[in-house]
């Protein structure tokens, strides 16, 4: 199946700092892409939905100020948690689609394990 | 969007044959139904994905009855390396862009 790549896998940071993370897909173009992110013990939580070169939909809760989000091409789109605090602390998975043809698969990052100090 | 009820948890051995069963009463006519395998700390991992009567493929079967109102994920003498948690998504046709919305899913523990 195809690939969708994040990086960094896991990162620490200490309080009030920001962190990017990259969300990639490497062998097809993702016309959505989207963010999700996950506490322990607990489903996938829907942050946001971006299409390449739209500002990104945030769900209900999800501040737009805080994660910011950039689906500036095909196969990037970047979550940048700002002035990050540790209940920031959770794990983070993008995901992909290469179309809107019937059916289309959405393919998934390895996840980024975000802890902040 | 669809919501989706799945066992909480299961529990199998290994060699035994795992069926999960998703609720989907409020299903529209377009929706697709896809699962999805977690394991921990990893992106989920498509399973399998189907629209009426049944699908298999080389890991799994998919039923889903003529109501669509339900379906159930079949997995085959299921090994430890099946643990996980599985996740059932309805999700619209392609038209626009489609949320993905995860329900809680199936901890399934496979023992030996």
């Known amino acids: 199946g195809a690939v969708v790549s994040q990086h960094p896998s896991w990162v620490i940071c200490k309080s009030g700092t920001s962190v990017k993370i990259e969300c990639r897909s490497l062998d097809f173009q993702a016309t959505t892409m989207f963010w999700y992110r996950q506490f322990p013990k607990q489903s996938l939580m829907l942050m946001a939905t971006s299409n390449e070169g739209s500002k990104a939909t945030y769900e209900q809760g999800v501040e737009k100020d805080k994660f910011l989000i950039n689906h500036a091409s095909l196969t990037l789109s970047t979550l940048t948690v700002t002035s990050a605090h540790p209940e920031d602390s959770s794990f983070y998975i993008c995901?992909?689609?290469?179309?809107?043809?019937?059916?289309?698969?959405?393919?998934f990052g390895q996840g980024t394990r975000l802890t902040v100090v | 969007l669809a919501k989706t009820t799945q066992p909480i948890s299961m529990d199998s051995y290994e060699g035994q044959e795992v069926n999960i069963t998703c609720s989907h009463n409020?299903?529209?006519?377009?929706?697709?139904i896809t699962w999805y395998q977690q394991f921990p700390s990893q992106g989920p991992r498509f399973i399998i994905q189907?629209?009426?009567t049944k699908v298999t493929n080389e890991v799994a079967s998919l039923f889903i009855p003529a109501d669509r109102k339900s379906s159930t994920l079949s997995l085959p003498r299921v090994s430890l390396s099946d643990t996980a948690v599985y996740y059932c998504?309805?999700?619209?046709?392609?038209?626009?862009?489609?949320?993905?919305?995860f329900g809680a899913g199936t901890r399934l523990a496979v023992h030996p």
């Open positions: 995901s992909a689609r290469g179309g809107t043809g019937p059916a289309t698969e959405a393919f």
């Open positions: 189907g629209y009426k």
């Open positions: 409020n299903i529209a006519t377009n929706d697709y």
């Open positions: 998504l309805v999700s619209p046709e392609a038209g626009g862009y489609n949320k993905l919305i």
